[in-house]
């Protein structure tokens, strides 16, 4: 039986490599996304890698929902091996106009969707005897904010809270299930395009690397955490930035 992997926000962008990292591991991958036809093509390119692809058209926020995935999932392969809970996000409103609603949607977006997907698919995982899930926090979680024209202290505040509920959860799933977070810095991709369009080569100055990161940057870690074995890392969130030290 090959090992299968939900990637939420696996569309396009990140979660689009990172789907491809783990179906170059071996793993078959179920995307979700709100993006149905950006799905469609990212499920075109992993299947000719071999692997099969399911596509579940879903907003993350949606509890519900997430439990109508995991249990389609798990009918279909009979297991959930790896979950790597990547859509999210950013809010650029700073906090004299930003309305509750507004903050609300961005800790369900980043946030809670990772709640959603864990509940479901922690008692699977603990079963089993085995399980990593992986959560995309961000640089901002730490720096409070690189580029603000993306995000401020809304998103800051929802990518914090993905490490502490990584550093809780992988006390409480432990030994069986493996919880890491990774933090990217600034990541090429659709989300992060305007700004990086705009200002990419200020911002490389001020990176170490002197490049901004590409979603492979990004997809080699996951892939390392969701499929290394032995594996002796859990509770720990992993900056990805090419070391952005003038933020
Ligand atoms: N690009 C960066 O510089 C950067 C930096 C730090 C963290 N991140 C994080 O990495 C993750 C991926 O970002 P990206 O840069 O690839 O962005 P992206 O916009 O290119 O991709 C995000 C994907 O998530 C999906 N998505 C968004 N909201 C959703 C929802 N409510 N329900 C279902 N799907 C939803 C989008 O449709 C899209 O396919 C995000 O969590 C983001 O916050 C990105």
Known sequence: MSKVAIVTGGARGIGRACAHALARQGFDIALVDLLVPEMQRTQGEIEALGRSVSIHEADVSDFARAGEIVAAVTRQHGRVDVLVNNAGRGNPTGILDITEEEFD????????????YI???????????????????????????????VSRFSYAAAKAGILGMTRALAKELGPEILVNAICPGVIETELGNSITRARGPELARGIALQRLGKPADVANIVAFLAASEPCFITGQDFVVDGFQYNV
């Open 105 to 116: 949607r961005t800790i369900a977006v980043n946030l809670k969707s990772c709640f959603n």
């Open 119 to 149: 509940r479901h698919v922690a008692p699977l995982m603990k079963a089993q005897g085995s399980g990593r899930i992986i959560s995309m926090s961000s640089l901002n979680a730490h720096s409070g904010g690189v580029t603000a024209a």
